[in-house]
């Protein structure tokens, strides 16, 4: 024979009486912690929502936003007007006209009266009695000023102003209706948004703050956290606070499936490798004393371990069995 054909059948020997375990490895199971989740839905909440309120009575002649339209703080977005204001307005500047002429009749009272004075045409006792016609009839025109100052102010805070950055989410006053003092004319949400959770009560003792929580998001995923749990539970749920990065604020009470994580339980976990598919069974190759044996499993969901993504046998193998790895 030559020795070409001599080394490959010896090499063919080799491989024939060599044990499969001896060139695979070798995986010894044991159980592993797995998180377990509970699917829901989560409703898209603002951190606040605030009312732009009236701050006086009248109607409302200017409306510069609708639900959905994007305000700043401090933007004036509508304007409410009162006739009795612009009427006292006018009264106002008439009785401050009326005042002034009394106080420079008063002024010029007091002019002469000193130059009678310096002549000794009057005595000191008329002089103080003009001076203080004087000082009467200023203090009067600086309280007519005053009062005209906050009927002003009355008519300026007449415009409606956003008391926060955000959204409007509703607006129950159109444009000529009358409103009261304090009536909400807009809606607005403000501040970041999250979802909110209402989680049976049965999971409470597993849910821990800033545990990781996987939100459907179009075909994909992303990651939330849970932020805050409430301690009060109602109708048998407690509400679970998440922060999401990112998240839009377009639609405020939407839901959102979420896996929210409400504790662990052990599992026999195996790389999916291992399961080799053959006459509709999945198979498991595993060590036994007389060698190797292919043993029928279930496989179930794949699961995130310290080693990366497994899957979960519900049933065929058990703790302790040696698994051959291909």
């Known amino acids: 024979m030559p020795m070409r054909l001599r080394a490959a059948a010896l090499a063919l020997a080799v491989l024939t009486v060599t044990p499969l375990a001896s060139i695979a490895a070798d995986l010894m199971l044991k159980p592993v912690d797995v998180v377990e989740t509970k699917a829901l839905f989560g409703k898209i909440e603002s951190r606040f929502v605030v009312p732009s309120r009236s701050r ?27 006739e009795k204001l612009e009427l006292q307005l006018e009264a106002a500047s008439a009785r401050i006209r009326a005042a002034q002429s009394q106080l420079n009749n008063a002024q010029t009272e007091l002019t002469r009266n000193e130059e009678l004075l310096s002549r000794g045409a009057t005595t000191s006792q008329r002089v103080d ?32 102003i ?20 304090g009536e909400p004319v807009a809606t607005i949400a403000g501040g970041s948004v999250f979802l909110r959770l209402d989680v049976p009560e ?41 922060a999401v990065e990112g998240l839009s604020d377009a639609f405020i009470g939407k839901r959102v ?29 595993i060590k036994v004393p007389e060698g190797e044996r292919s043993v029928t499993v279930v496989p179930g969901p794949m699961v995130e371990t310290d080693d990366g993504q497994m899957r979960e046998i519900l049933s065929g193998l058990r703790a302790g069995d040696t698994v051959i790895l291909p």
Do not use: W
């Open 56 to 82: 006086i009575g009248g109607t409302l002649v200017q409306l510069d936003v609708s639900e959905g339209s994007l305000v700043t703080e401090g933007q004036a977005i509508g304007k409410i007007t009162d």
């Open 129 to 160: 009695q003009a001076r203080t016609a004087v000082e009467v009839a200023r203090n009067a025109v600086s309280e007519l000023q005053s009062t005209q100052q906050v009927i002003q102010q009355q008519m300026d805070e007449g415009a409606l």
């Open 162 to 181: 956003a008391p926060t950055t955000g959204r409007v989410l509703s607006v129950p006053i159109r444009l000529g209706e009358v409103v009261m003092p």
């Open 202 to 242: 049965r999971h409470a003792l597993g849910l821990v703050e800033g545990a990781a929580v996987a939100i459907a998001e179009g075909e994909g995923e992303t990651q939330g956290k849970i932020e805050k749990i409430y301690p009060l539970i109602e109708n048998g749920r407690v509400t679970v606070d998440v």
């Open 257 to 285: 499936l979420v896996r929210v994580p409400v504790g662990t339980r052990p599992a026999i976990v195996v790389p999916k490798e291992a399961i080799q598919r053959s006459a509709g069974l999945d198979l498991v190759s």
